[in-house]
């Protein structure tokens, strides 16, 4: 039987976003959301896959009701040095890659170019609590927020 690597102290880190979440959220008018608006959000994250894997399902509420599903999975890649974020949502898009970030500090950043041009998400990581943020791009160089929001350990 091959011997597998145990996963590494940056696989570790995952473990930061693992556990049930609540936040709210301002989504910026944009092409995709006009006007706009606050939504809620319900967020249940596990380390999975002998702990080289976060597995993330997010659920987001508008006006009472279920408005947009995501399954996220987050690792780190230790050839390439990189975080990786794989997105599936009720909006049915396939992702032709992964996002691709770094940990700054208490920042994980990630970052995607595809169709739609370019796009950033960053996790500021604190005590029990993190802020996110979804930012798009046409050039890569001047960047609109199309989401954050605030979100608390439950």
């Not at 473990?15 to 967020?43: F, M, Q, V, Y």
């Not at 890659?97 to 990630?110: S, W």
Request: avoid cysteine; charged fraction near 25%; hydrophobic fraction near 30%.
């Amino acid at each position: 039987m091959m011997h597998m690597q145990p996963p590494s102290a940056d696989h570790g880190r995952l473990r930061a976003l693992e556990g049930s979440w609540t936040g709210e959220e301002n989504l910026h008018p944009s092409p995709w959301d006009p006007k706009g608006g606050k939504a809620g959000a319900t967020i249940t994250s596990r380390m999975d896959l002998d702990g080289f894997w976060l597995v993330t399902d997010y659920i987001q509420t508008r006006d009472g009701k279920v408005s947009y599903r995501g399954h996220g999975v987050h690792g780190f890649d230790p050839e390439s040095r990189a975080y990786l974020m794989y997105w599936f949502d009720s909006m049915g898009s396939v992702p032709k890659e992964p996002a691709k970030g770094r940990l700054d500090g208490q920042r994980l950043v990630f970052a995607q170019e595809g169709p739609m041009g370019h796009s950033r998400y960053t996790y500021d990581l604190q005590e029990g609590r993190y802020h996110f943020s979804i930012e798009h791009s046409q050039d890569g160089k001047s960047w609109a927020t199309f989401m954050d929001g605030t979100y608390r350990r439950t």
